[in-house]
């Protein structure tokens, strides 16, 4: 049995799902283990973009069984509006999408209270209002809705008229906010999906299934625990979360890849050392088209960050390395690499010692030339311009991780595989 992973390396955005979708080509099963709508990712099949937000990017290949962990928090109104997609494009999804038993549910309650809870705040963490952090808070209070109680539709309207006098005791909302929910259409979208849930733990440990690819949402920076808090996402979408969120332990992964775009972006709030507020961080966040794909907010972007890369090659314990979005840095003449950060007149090589500290850190860098051509047509690695294998060897040396991939283009086929 083959199980490989795929994790974000930074703040969310890397461009995980191209990468999952080249992956799972010719895999059995691919699986979510934590997170949920707050999640985006875009793939372009036959030149129409298509974006998920919690059923697996396998799903648009063939022949592979595509699960929602029980680390996940699931929206069914996500879901019923994903499959809504997946009809439009001629996706073919029977019998192909497990959502595990004891995966908690996201309600409109959920939303709701991360709506007041993001207003209240003046939008300070910047999250998604999808309910995920609400939903996580149930689980670990023991209160939680899970997608087993979906099979009993009366129970499921017990349990969620239980919370929301819950929710109004505590002053979590008020009667008034109520109005803002539309319960009728979330029972129906429950309904929808019953079908969807199962058991997944016979199908996770079948060695009928020998080639698993695990896909991770967000970014190791937003994980809670290791992450920037309180600038993260509610759950851990680095490698550590999979024995959690799917139940198979550390010592079953064989490989282990790590995605980073070729600069980085941030959405929300939180610290970010290399963020640019000059024209090359607009040029960035124009050519590279950078809106989110969940919340369709601009992403703030910065050049490489090497200190955060190899905080979180550590962290994920990665095995090679995905590079995607080369091509966006095809018009500058000068490229910069974060290579260590300055703190209180000393310098700094590893993250976890001032990531409570990041705002107040200073960036050092190393200049690169830049290209300065079109690199989106070139079919190897030897096709690309020596500024940009430069650039590519550079980063894989100093984060000591082999490059293994490198995506120059958002169409399915424009991928690089180094040997």
Same mark, same amino acid.
């Given at each position: 049995?083959?199980?490989?992973?795929?994790?974000?390396?930074?703040?969310?955005?890397?461009?995980?799902?191209?990468?999952?979708?080249?992956?799972?080509?010719?895999?059995?099963?691919?699986?979510?283990?934590?997170?949920?709508?707050?999640?985006?990712?875009?793939?372009?099949?036959?030149?129409?973009?298509?974006?998920?937000?919690?059923?697996?990017?396998?799903?648009?290949?063939?022949?592979?069984?595509?699960?929602?962990?029980?680390?996940?928090?699931?929206?069914?109104?996500?879901?019923?509006?994903?499959?809504?997609?997946?009809?439009?494009?001629?996706?073919?999804?029977?019998?192909?999408?497990?959502?595990?038993?004891?995966?908690?549910?996201?309600?409109?309650?959920?939303?709701?209270?991360?709506?007041?809870?993001?207003?209240?705040?003046?939008?300070?963490?910047?999250?998604?209002?999808?309910? +995920?952090?609400?939903?996580?808070?149930?689980?670990?209070?023991? !209160?939680?809705?899970?997608?087993?109680? %979906? @099979? $009993? #539709? &009366?129970?499921?309207?017990?349990?969620?008229?239980?919370?929301?006098?819950?929710?109004?005791?505590?002053?979590?909302?008020?009667?008034?906010?109520?109005?803002?929910?539309?319960?009728?259409?979330?029972?129906?979208?429950?309904?929808?999906?019953?079908?969807?849930?199962?058991?997944?733990?016979? +199908?996770?440990?079948?060695?009928?299934?020998?080639?698993?690819? !695990?896909?991770?949402?967000?970014?190791? %920076? @937003? $994980? #809670? &625990?290791?992450?920037?808090?309180?600038?993260?996402?509610?759950?851990?979408?680095?490698?550590?979360?999979?024995?959690?969120?799917?139940?198979?332990?550390?010592?079953?992964?064989?490989?282990?890849?790590?995605?980073?775009?070729?600069?980085?972006?941030?959405?929300?709030?939180?610290p970010f050392p290399t963020e640019l507020f000059d024209d090359n961080g607009k040029k960035l966040q124009s050519i590279g088209k950078e809106l989110g794909a969940t919340t369709g907010r601009v992403r703030r972007c910065g050049w490489f960050d090497l200190v955060a890369a190899k905080y979180s090659a550590s962290i994920n314990g990665l095995t090679g390395i995905a590079l995607t979005k080369l091509d966006i840095l095809d018009n500058f003449?000068?490229?910069?690499?974060?290579?260590?950060?300055?703190?209180?007149?000393?310098?700094?090589?590893?993250?976890?010692?001032?990531?409570?500290?990041?705002?107040?850190?200073?960036?050092?860098?190393?200049?690169?030339?830049?290209?300065?051509?079109?690199?989106?047509?070139?079919?190897?690695?030897?096709?690309?311009?020596?500024?940009?294998?430069?650039?590519?060897?550079?980063?894989?040396?100093?984060?000591?991780?082999?490059?293994?991939i490198v995506s120059i283009g958002p169409k399915r086929h424009q991928i690089l595989k180094i040997q």
């Amino acid at each position: 049995m083959s199980i490989n992973v795929i994790v974000g390396g930074q703040w969310g955005d890397e461009g995980k799902g191209k990468i999952v979708d080249l992956l799972s080509k010719n895999v059995n099963v691919v699986a979510r283990y934590q997170g949920g709508s707050n999640a985006g990712h875009t793939v372009y099949k036959d030149d129409k973009k298509i974006v998920l937000h919690q059923i697996p990017t396998g799903i648009l290949r063939k022949n592979n069984v595509c699960i929602l962990g029980k680390g996940m928090v699931v929206d069914p109104d996500g879901i019923v509006e994903e499959i809504e997609c997946l009809n439009n494009n001629n996706i073919d999804y029977d019998n192909r999408i497990i959502i595990d038993y004891y995966a908690h549910i996201v309600t409109p309650l959920h939303k709701l209270i991360d709506q007041l809870n993001e207003s209240k705040s003046g939008g300070k963490i910047g999250t998604t209002c999808k309910g +995920i952090g609400p939903t996580y808070q149930d689980k670990y209070q023991r !209160i939680g809705i899970r997608a087993i109680d %979906l @099979l $009993d #539709i &009366d129970l499921l309207k017990t349990k969620l008229e239980k919370r929301i006098d819950m929710a109004l005791t505590k002053n979590e909302i008020h009667s008034d906010d109520l109005l803002n929910i539309n319960l009728n259409e979330y029972y129906k979208s429950c309904k929808k999906i019953k079908n969807f849930i199962n058991d997944s733990f016979p +199908i996770l440990f079948n060695q009928s299934s020998p080639n698993i690819l !695990i896909e991770g949402a967000q970014g190791t %920076l @937003l $994980d #809670i &625990d290791h992450g920037t808090f309180p600038y993260v996402t509610s759950s851990n979408c680095s490698s550590g979360g999979i024995s959690t969120g799917l139940g198979i332990p550390g010592n079953k992964l064989n490989n282990i890849i790590g995605i980073f775009k070729a600069y980085v972006t941030r959405v929300g709030g939180g610290p970010f050392p290399t963020e640019l507020f000059d024209d090359n961080g607009k040029k960035l966040q124009s050519i590279g088209k950078e809106l989110g794909a969940t919340t369709g907010r601009v992403r703030r972007c910065g050049w490489f960050d090497l200190v955060a890369a190899k905080y979180s090659a550590s962290i994920n314990g990665l095995t090679g390395i995905a590079l995607t979005k080369l091509d966006i840095l095809d018009n500058f003449e000068t490229i910069y690499v974060c290579t260590h950060y300055e703190y209180k007149g000393k310098k700094i090589s590893e993250m976890s010692k001032v990531l409570n500290f990041l705002d107040d850190v200073k960036p050092v860098y190393k200049s690169f030339k830049g290209w300065n051509c079109s690199i989106e047509k070139c079919n190897s690695f030897k096709e690309l311009p020596s500024e940009a294998k430069e650039y590519i060897k550079y980063l894989s040396s100093e984060i000591n991780i082999p490059i293994e991939i490198v995506s120059i283009g958002p169409k399915r086929h424009q991928i690089l595989k180094i040997q």
